[in-house]
């Protein structure tokens, strides 16, 4: 009879917090760079927690400018819910597919990708507040980050902002600030923000660190990811 109990509880557990989170989580993918740096291209894809539909977006970025290229966001819904034991990333090869002259206008190369600085390994990212602090081996240079973020409102009324105060410091001590990112955008229903990874390009020191955004959906949140990007 314990076992029993003890066994529905922990179905009831599963249950529920599938109930609270009621959300989609979106899979980050890293799509390489243009032979310069000055180009990048990265890829989210995930299944409609609703629909089961699985969808795409596609992003190129002017590293720079820190902001998109011209056409450079594109999003794919499938007309139909996944199969059983799919995830959705075939809707990611197919907008890949159908947007090969985004990728070849800037050369984007995708076995030419980031070299990873930083990982969240522990799922918990950067919270506001926080710093976190990473090093790149090649150049001896290392790097303190920290998270600023404003949410206001609740409900269909939140909306939020951030950047990023990012500090480098040379192998012979040098050290130089970088403020990253757009504090006066504010994005509707987005509840927080975290640091999820840290890239930088083979060759130029383009950097490009992955946000993840938690977007409030209903009664639960989605999983969605975007990118800061400065040239060092």
Known sequence: ?????TFCAFIMILILGVFLW??????????????????????????ESGSL????????VDVPKNNFVANGKVSYVHNRP?????????????????????A???????????QSLYIDLNGQGT????????????????YRASLVSSVEGEG???????????????????????????????????????????????QDGSMILVIEMKKQNGAGFDIRYMVEALQL
């Open 1 to 5: 009879m314990v076992k029993k109990k």
């Open 22 to 47: 009621a959300g989609d989580t979106a899979v980050f993918v890293d799509l390489g760079f243009s032979p310069d740096g000055r180009i990048y291209m990265f890829g989210q894809y995930g299944v």
């Open 53 to 60: 539909k699985p969808w795409a977006e596609l992003f190129a």
């Open 82 to 102: 996944v199969a059983a034991g799919q995830d959705g990333s075939g809707a990611l090869f197919k907008i890949i597919a159908g947007n090969a002259a985004l």
């Open 104 to 114: 070849g206008r800037y050369n984007i190369d995708y076995c030419f990708q980031g």
């Open 127 to 142: 919270a506001p507040g926080e710093s976190i602090e990473f090093r790149d081996f090649e150049s001896g240079a290392s």
């Open 156 to 202: 269909e009324n939140l909306k939020s902002s951030f950047y990023i105060e990012l500090e480098r410091t040379g192998k012979t001590g040098a050290r130089k600030a970088y403020t990253v990112g757009n504090p006066q955008i504010k994005r509707p229903l987005v509840a927080s923000y975290r640091i999820r990874k840290v890239i930088i390009a083979p």
